[in-house]
């Protein structure tokens, strides 16, 4: 009696099929712990960065930075780009001697080339939305100082985005409500929302938390651009009493 050698055509399709069902299973949870892995890099940046920030503001005291009386790169004073943290340049050029290096200021899971360049380098986009409305502005001659905000745990000062500038009044056409929250409405996760749909936020205090818009209150974005009233409101729903103003 001859014996059996090899595997018929249907045990082979059978261990095929078992193969195609496993890598079908596993692949998603595979790509779930490589996201967790890259949003937790893009936390580490934020804290250090923010831990960047508690030093300027020591050594300033107390003054968040901002571009307000701070020389232009590309202005009549014709300053270097690690000068100001206005256009073209952005807060990081400030916080230069406080951080290791701008790779900071890239997120593993910012895959966009929309928006503009690294901070320093110019050769690269950057990933995190500054908050200079709330915390200075970009154009404005304010400043403001750490004493100003009353809840630095709950008022965030960066977060994941390409629309790093932040400097327009929160509900106008070039605000966050015309482009981060839009982005998430549409769900376009290249754009904002990169980790499963949420942002990593640093807060004022130097803390990171991993947050969906839908959870996000005016409050944490805002300490004047919206009325008082409007603190507890959610994010996604428009002001009471919007406005474009300066806080």
Not at 3 to 16: A, M, P
């Amino acid at each position: 009696m001859s014996k059996r050698q090899g595997f018929t055509l249907i045990e082979l399709l059978v261990v095929i099929a078992i193969i195609a069902i496993l890598a079908a299973i596993l692949f998603p949870v595979f790509a779930q712990a490589r996201e967790k892995a890259r949003s937790a890099s893009c936390m580490n940046n934020l804290k250090q960065i923010g831990s960047a920030m508690m030093q300027y503001m020591q050594d300033y005291d107390g003054v968040l930075p901002s571009s307000t009386k701070e020389p232009r790169p590309n202005g009549p004073n014709n300053e270097n780009i690690t000068h100001g943290t206005g256009w073209v340049g952005w807060v990081s050029n400030v916080l230069t001697p406080y951080e290791k290096s701008a790779q900071l200021y890239i997120c593993p899971s910012n895959s966009s080339t929309w928006g503009g360049n690294n901070p320093r380098t110019f050769q690269g986009n950057h990933s995190y939305v500054y908050n200079y409305r709330s915390l200075g502005g970009a154009w404005g001659d304010h400043t403001v100082k750490d004493s100003r905000i009353q809840a630095p745990a709950n008022l965030a000062s960066m977060w994941d985005g390409v629309n790093q500038w932040a400097d327009c009044g929160y509900m106008s056409g070039c605000g966050i409500n015309a482009r981060d929250l839009t982005w998430y409405r549409q769900k376009d996760n290249t754009l904002t929302s990169w980790h499963q749909n949420k942002n990593n936020f640093l807060f004022v205090d130097g803390h990171v938390k991993l947050l969906e818009w839908s959870q996000v209150k005016w409050g944490q974005v805002s300490i004047g651009a919206q009325t008082n009233s409007d603190d507890t409101r959610p994010i996604l729903q428009t002001p009471v009493n919007p406005t474009t103003s300066d806080p």
